[in-house]
Structures are given as C-alpha cells and as structure tokens.
C-alpha cells in the first residue's frame, strides 16, 4: 500500500524511498549545510510552511509529504514521484533532468504585464534547471563552454544553491540571458571606452607615457614618449 502524504517515514524508509543508503538519509536530517543553512530536510519543511516535531525525536520522522518534496527538489524524483535516472561520474552530481523548487510561488498580477513564471501545475513550485541542461537553455554550444563561462564570470547568476548545495537557474534567468546575447556582443565589439572626459565634455584617451611601466618599455625600446592626453572626436 503506498504511504500517504500525511504518513510519518522513517529515515530506514526515506533512504528506500529515495533509493540510497541510510547514511545518506542520516546526512539529510542531520548535517547542515557548509554554506549555511538548516539541514536539507528541515530545510524543505520550513519552504513548505510543515511543522516537524517529530524530526526531533530518537527515531526521527517526516512527513511523506515533505521528503517527497526534496526528493523532487534535489532529483531523485520526477514530477510524477518515478525515481530520476542518475548519470554516476566525476564531481559534484547533479540532476539529469529540471526539478521542482518546493517553493509555492506567487505569479506576477494579471494586469502586470508580466510573463507568468514556469511552475509544477501540482505543487505551484518553479521549476529548477541544473548545469546539466541549464547550458543549452541560456544559448551555450556545449556544457563546458558553460562551465568555462562560469568561471570567467561570463554566464548567469544562479538563481539560488540547493537544499545539496548544487547551483540552479529559473527557465526565465535562462531565457533572458539567451535572448540578450545580440546586445552583450555588440557591447563587447563596441570598442574600448575612454579614459575620461574634459571640462567640455570631450572624450579622451591617456598615451602609454602617463604609465610608468609604458614608460620603461618606451626608453627600453628608444622610443619617446608623451604624457598629454589626446582627444577623440
């Protein structure tokens, strides 16, 4: 018979839930997270506004309803509760497929003008994306080249770190980001900016002279060098 939302599980029941080991569902209810915050579990609780005493006792115990939320926050749920196919490789793992933040959201008003956000019909959450398939959403050729983007600070902010600490991105992040690409290019070939402006507002550009490393590659090279700056039309 399969337990209802309001069943209380066990830790030996989650981690079979889930499909994982004890310890892992032991981490879950027990281990804060490094960047801060409550353990995954309570963590999830407290988004969905449900009260867990019983997570307090010697035998602790959530409610069904509660880990199925993480389970599906993190991904080892699909929407419709079958278990998430898991890609196994190096490094942190991630979700093969979105998840569903265990937020209710409110969607913006009617006469806002605002596209509705992409929500769970079931729950009312958003719906997270995971490197794994964030990368092709937000325009990148491949998911290293997101990766490397990342890094350099030339991809999207993600819209949060999860209950695991894995970073995750909203669809609209992912889109916007996409559509704006034309504007960050033409921005990046617009050419460099000037240096500053004079009391007339002209722009200007200060010579390799005002610099003292340009110039000591100046008299190491014999060249002269000047230390007015020009003006640009």
Sequence with gaps: MMARKDDLLTLNEIAKLAGVGRQAAQKWHQVARKTGGKPPLRMVAEAMGVEVPQANDD???YPR???VGFLKAVGYMNADESPMERHEGKGKWAPTSPTIDPRPV???APDSGEKPFKVDPQTGGRIRHYIPHAWEMAGFGSQASFTSSRSKGRAPEPDGIDEL???YWFAETLERWKSEAPERKAARYAGNKPDGWTEKGQPF??????NYYAQQAAKLAGQGVQD??????
């Design 59 to 61: 035998s602790p115990r």
């Design 65 to 67: 309803k509660v880990v």
């Design 106 to 108: 409110e969607q913006p």
């Design 165 to 167: 600490e894995r970073p």
């Design 205 to 210: 550009r200060l010579l390799p002279g005002t």
């Design 228 to 233: 007015q700056p020009s003006e640009q039309d």
